[in-house]
């Protein structure tokens, strides 16, 4: 069965997509075809995207599903004009807080993904500038000022991670990769050892480790099974000694990976 499901919001309709996203995740035997229209603040405009919603419905003879997060009450009245199902997570959620809290809402667009506090937005841009300069060990001279310092072998999700950590938390993420000259010495980088208590190291499974080597570097000694076996066992022995707290992210998205590390590692969201 494939269903097309549309995005609608006078924002930029990453709310609609992160809650429309989880809930079709319930029903894996459909297969979705999804649409995102974010910007639809006007009356001109959302009449645009009912026409598309009727004109996909008669087409595929199916009603589509329309997951909104439209704050303009007048808006979201008109979308319900529109020949597909339309779920409002505006008004499920608004009314039932309103009478629980006895304070009327005051609907304003852009609030969730907009600048909203400059200081806010200062604190995101500064980590995200933060973790860029400080990926992959290529600036340590200010390790000091991290929130968190990721490591572990290459190719095991750090800098993601610490994009991650920057984008969505405010966290300044630096990541450093340990190589077969720190295991050889069978101690930490010098540079780590006065921020030891900031380490959160990453591992993953060999087969799949492997497997992302194999797609860089294909029948490299560096992709090879031989040396990824080598290279976890040491880093795994590593993190054990020294007592860093590490995660092991073979089935884990990066969002799972982010979210795990600010729990376990007990950092502060920022933004």
Known sequence: MVRTVFYISDGTG????????????????????????????????????????????????LVPLVFSTLTSPALRMRLTMCRGSVFDFFETFTGPMEEVMGVTSSPVTGRSHGMGDPGDYSERIDAVHYTMQHDDGSAFSDY???????????????????????????????NYPLTDEDFERGELPQILEPEKEKLFGLTVGAERLYQIRQERRANSVYASMQQVRKELRAAEDLFRRKKIPFLNITHMSVEEIAASVMQRADLKRKI
């Open 144 to 174: 000091s000022k991290a929130d968190i310092i990721i490591t572990g072998v290459s190719r095991t999700g750090k800098t993601p991670t610490c994009l991650y950590l920057a984008l969505q938390f405010g966290v300044q993420a630096a």
């Open 14 to 61: 990453i709310t609609a997509e992160t809650l429309g996203h989880t809930l079709l995740t319930q029903f894996p035997r459909v297969t979705f075809q999804t649409i995102s229209l974010p910007f639809v603040n006007t009356p001109e405009k959302i009449d645009r995207v009912i026409q598309r919603i009727n004109r996909t419905a008669d087409r595929e003879g």
